[in-house]
């Protein structure tokens, strides 16, 4: 016979989105700051031509 499943708890609950929105936090963070290091032009970690040949 079916058993319903137990609540998950508030707090686990929180916890889990708060997590959720902070690697997604992070993640924007990384990008933008590797925007502004192509822009400057003082990227390390991302290789980016800008000159493309058409041959």
Not at 9 to 28: F, I, L, T
Request: aromatic share 10%; net charge positive; no cysteine.
């Amino acid at each position: 016979m079916a058993v319903p499943k137990k609540r998950t708890s508030k707090s686990k609950k929180n916890a889990r989105k708060a997590n959720w929105k902070r690697k997604g936090y992070k993640a924007a963070q990384k990008s933008l700051s590797l925007a502004k290091s192509m822009l400057k032009g003082k990227t390390t970690s991302f290789v980016y031509s800008i000159y493309v040949d058409d041959e």
